[in-house]
DNA sequence: CTGTTAGCGCATTCAG
DNA sequence: CTGAATGCGCTAACAG
């Protein structure tokens, strides 16, 4: 009937020991004989002590083996998406196996202060919707490493999405095709929409510039302009906003025959349309995509794309945390030439 | 250059009051007055002091505002099945509304010890891949509860498999059919193969069995025996272990015109095999799946399948948790009828 | 190799 | 409404 757990203090006292003894039993096997020890942590078993307790070991030490996994957004939309759960599949595969926790943290919310006492580090997964939390996070002392985004010399983990975008644009584009690009978070707004000249947002620090820089360089290299018109601004790599954006392109007039899509889920999006449409793809329109999906390698044609590997973008976080590493680095892509740029 | 982080202590000092001003005016509000309140709280804005350390409140209360969410396989997997990631959305919705923190744990880790001293409960999500993990959660004292699956009286969230399973097979079978069955983890086989006479695995406690149960019993009612050579068994609900059923399956001859699959997953995989081989469904082959996913609403022809809204479980199963429920819950299915078993 | 001690940072008594 | 004292459960340093 002994309702309250027992305590570190409680077994020393009941096997006849030093709390010390105890602790180091369970913490320092070579503070202490073999023997002594292994007949302890039998003691305990039989007893029902299942050794020291967490909490106060986080107080005690400092460290509790929990690492934050700060993400873009709600990670209800986060957990969805195909991109940020194979990276979230790379981060725990890794912490896993070096016996850490994962902790989820939304990048909507209001602040990291309410974990960052006990939190052994963050793994910034995209600048955060709300981006406080970035700044928290370069404010604050202990490791943490961004993913898909900078702030200021925290170590981070990013792909050269220019390049990236310039490859993919470069291999999809011809001389005097019209160009249209279904971009990601270019400007503040909730909507799908061209982006016209409203003003643009994180022009510097997102990647969806970088990728924007790399397209445009790619079309104007065939001497061609991709007027503002042609730029579509999609607040999410959703399916629904896709499919507006998708419809909106197909029906301008007039109609585009390259779309430059900086998501594979938009891309397939629009390859559906296109296709439902009775549109010809690749001979009426080419479409290239971003990020190299599963999901992609089931389409018909085969989706043109660039594919980053964003489990080892986890597990190069994961491990870049753990190891202390402190510098910035840049992973690898690779382009995959599909059947949506040339038959 | 003070390096050291301001603790409760230091700020009390450096402001000339107890430490137990300033902790009330972080979390008792109700015991200083609103002035003083406020003015306690911008002098600490001022400092930099953002509140009590986090690590000390977990031991000084034994709460932490983190609930452990226990998968039933690693994170890894469970993060890519999307009926496992729809769950997770709606747990962390609720959670995330209610101001509380989201664990990840893999069901296929050692214990659950390592969490349970700072955790404030657990859901538990599907029966973990080591079992111990839920011995240990009914052994402890936190709250939890249990989703598709019992442990002792553990409060839990359930559908009726066996039900929403005979519903949809009823709907699929006519009489003279030749059913097969495409099961999920049945037998204790890390690969795909018929059951044949292989010990069936927690035949009490699994859904999968109920779901079988289901189908048996709507099977019966048609005069038709399902034999064990017409059972597969498959460890996870994955695509590849699905093809390789589906192939299976429609090599076999005679070849079943009815298959029953405990997934949507194991579902369309065998409805692009059935479509690539150039087999006529629901007319040479009608095929039912489990769970509704939305990647089903996308196939054509449309899955007929049972509609669990896994959004609605994490949401109970949080809401439980939070709110001290501690009855067993019988969520409600749809029956969802599409193309693939009537044209 | 073992036992004693002093905090980790805080929340909550209880007097005042 | 405030301040001093106790201990949440443990670990690290130190002395033996």
Redesign the pocket.
Known sequence: MKK?????????QQL?????????A???P?????G??EEILAQCERIGYS???????I????TSNIVALVLADSIAYMVSDPVASTFIKGVSTTLQQQGKHLLLYAGDSNSILDVVDFVDGFICYGAPRNYKLAQEIAAQSKPAITVDFDIDDVPSINIDNENAAYEVAKAAIDENDIVAILGLRLIDSPTTCRIYDSPLIDVNSSISHRRLDGYVRAAKEQGIEINNEWIWHLPESDRSYARQAAKEVLMSSPRPNTVLCMSDIIALELLHSALAMGIDVPNELKITGFDGIEEADRARPHLTTVCQSSVAKGEAAANALLSGESRKQILPFDLKLGETIRS
Chains 1, 2 share one sequence.
């Open positions: 309250t757990k027992l305590t570190l203090k409680d077994v020393a006849g020991v030093s709390t010390a003894t105890i602790s180091n369970f913490n320092r070579d503070q202490l004989s073999k002594k020890r050794g020291p307790n967490k909490a106060a070991q107080l005690r030490k400092g």
